[in-house]
């Protein structure tokens, strides 16, 4: 085999949404804040990006996340997380599978620690080998009520918010947030996602919402308060909770004062994995601390052979 690159990679999963974290093989992206060092990953060696998660080596569902050496000392680490079409700001599934790899590795102890994102700085609390909670970067409702006309369904309404990426949250929908109908609700956050381009209705400062959310009664009120079907830029759905989408969850419902500062709110997945959000406010600013689990799936070497006509994958058409 004529090599030219082997990437290290774990892969984990959080509440039934994978991330494979790269360790090793990576090209340096220099120094930086992760804002930086993501659009020299982008400009520079996306083919390795597609290489990481694309098939053959990965899918549509799987979520990189590139371990990077912190810019502040006192961080435990940068990270900065992809999938398969581009880039994302911040990912809370993607940040819990990585506090556990670090334990894994045994680079991280239980207890807090700051990682940087390319959204800003978030608090990493690692309960256990499994457990971690997220405190996420400030969470905010952008515009409440938008109307976009939906082909074939007419008229829905929706919020706009950001809690680490930008989302558009729907409740009422008409649809059975179910495992049976997941090609139907791809379908249907697939045309939202449309609308709102065709609209142009876009987040803060023209930033494109491509991420799809909605939401219906939980499996077992019990367990949960909500269930959501979240649909992500690549139009693969979220296996878990969605740790991002939650925290623009838990800004609209702070906004609409349903949720107190202190409170938690349980969001369940359309799998039935359920993440906590607690509504904490930092300097006026609501920081959604989410919680949930990760396990480690495997760990791996990714051979890119030269003469692989796949070798930074398939690329679609």
């Known amino acids: 085999m004529d090599c030219e690159a082997s990437i290290r990679v774990i892969d984990?999963?959080?509440?039934?949404?994978?991330?494979?974290?790269?360790?090793?093989?990576?090209p340096e992206l220099g120094n930086g804040s992760m804002a930086e060092r993501r659009e020299r990953l982008r400009s520079t060696w996306d083919h390795l990006r597609a290489a990481?998660?694309?098939?053959?080596?990965?899918?549509?569902?799987?979520?990189?996340?590139l371990l990077c050496e912190p810019e502040a000392s006192e961080s435990?680490?940068?990270?900065?997380?992809?999938?398969?079409?581009?880039?994302?700001?911040?990912?809370?599934h993607g940040?819990?599978?990585?506090?556990?790899?670090?334990h894994h590795l045994d680079r991280l102890a239980p207890g807090k620690h700051r990682l940087e994102t390319p959204a800003g700085d978030v608090m990493l609390h690692l309960h256990d080998a499994n457990r971690v909670s997220v405190s996420n970067v400030a969470s905010y409702r952008y515009r409440q009520d938008v109307a976009v006309q939906l082909p074939g369904h007419g008229e829905l309404r929706g919020?706009?918010?950001w809690g680490g990426n930008w989302f558009f949250l729907v409740s009422e929908h008409g649809q059975t947030l179910s495992m049976d109908r997941v090609e139907?609700?791809?379908?249907?956050?697939w045309a939202i996602r449309g609308a709102l381009e065709t609209a142009n209705i876009r987040g803060r400062d023209g930033a494109i919402i491509d991420h799809i959310e909605l939401f219906g009664p939980p499996s077992d009120p019990a367990l949960a308060d909500s269930r959501n079907f979240v649909l992500c830029p690549g139009r693969a759905y979220d296996r878990s909770p969605c740790g991002t989408g939650t925290s623009a969850k838990l800004a609209c419902l702070v906004a609409d004062g349903r949720v107190a500062a202190g409170d938690t709110w349980r969001q369940e997945s359309i799998t039935g994995?359920?993440?906590?959000?607690?509504?904490?406010?930092?300097?006026?600013e609501l920081r959604?601390?989410?919680?949930?689990?990760?396990?480690?799936?495997?760990?791996?070497?990714?051979y890119l052979d030269r003469v692989d006509p796949f070798r930074y994958g398939l690329v679609r058409g």
């Open 52 to 65: 990481v998660v694309a098939e053959p080596r990965g899918s549509d569902v799987m979520v990189g996340a």
């Open 76 to 92: 435990a680490a940068g990270v900065v997380f992809f999938n398969n079409v581009g880039y994302l700001s911040m990912c809370g």
């Open 288 to 302: 959604p601390r989410i919680s949930g689990s990760a396990f480690i799936t495997g760990e791996s070497t990714l």
């Open 12 to 26: 984990s999963h959080t509440g039934g949404e994978p991330t494979r974290v790269v360790v090793a093989g990576m």
């Open 159 to 161: 919020d706009i918010a």
């Open 184 to 189: 139907e609700l791809t379908q249907f956050s």
């Open 95 to 102: 940040a819990i599978g990585l506090a556990v790899t670090m």
């Open 273 to 284: 994995s359920v993440f906590e959000a607690r509504a904490d406010m930092v300097d006026d």
